[in-house]
């Protein structure tokens, strides 16, 4: 069963804006905090890089050092969706975004990870 369903991906060109969209339908979302991470191409087998994590409410976030200033993580409890605004795109921001739910905003950051999405891919060209 998916319990999280992420979209919005596509192509793209350097210094364009993207949002992401994670529904989590089936989930008690409000209680959970969440993240993204992405694994670029190439890069199957190893880990996922860290780019933002929120906690259930929040009011606590944070990010991935390649994306400060530039990527905003959101997240509507009403709705149980998760978003991830890209802005000024950069091709190495190219790579499959997974969201991620967990326990606390820091253990997310940390990769402490109960539950993952299937990705949506990003492709961002010069």
């Known amino acids: 069963q998916v319990h999280l369903v992420e979209s919005g991906g596509g192509l793209v060109y350097t210094g364009d804006s993207l949002r992401l969209s994670c529904a989590a339908p089936g989930r008690t979302f409000s209680i959970y905090a969440m993240g993204w991470f992405r694994r670029a191409p190439g890069q199957e087998g190893q880990e996922r890089e860290f780019?933002?994590?929120?906690?259930?409410?929040?009011?606590?976030?944070y990010y991935g050092d390649s994306v400060k200033g530039r990527f905003t993580v959101s997240r509507d409890n009403a709705n149980k969706t998760l978003y991830l605004q890209m802005n000024s795109l950069k091709p190495e921001d190219s790579a499959v975004y997974y969201c991620a739910e967990g326990n606390t905003a820091w253990g997310v950051r940390d990769g402490y990870v109960d539950q993952w999405g299937q990705g949506t891919q990003v492709t961002v060209s010069s």
């Open positions: 780019v933002a994590a929120i906690s259930w409410n929040g009011d606590h976030t």
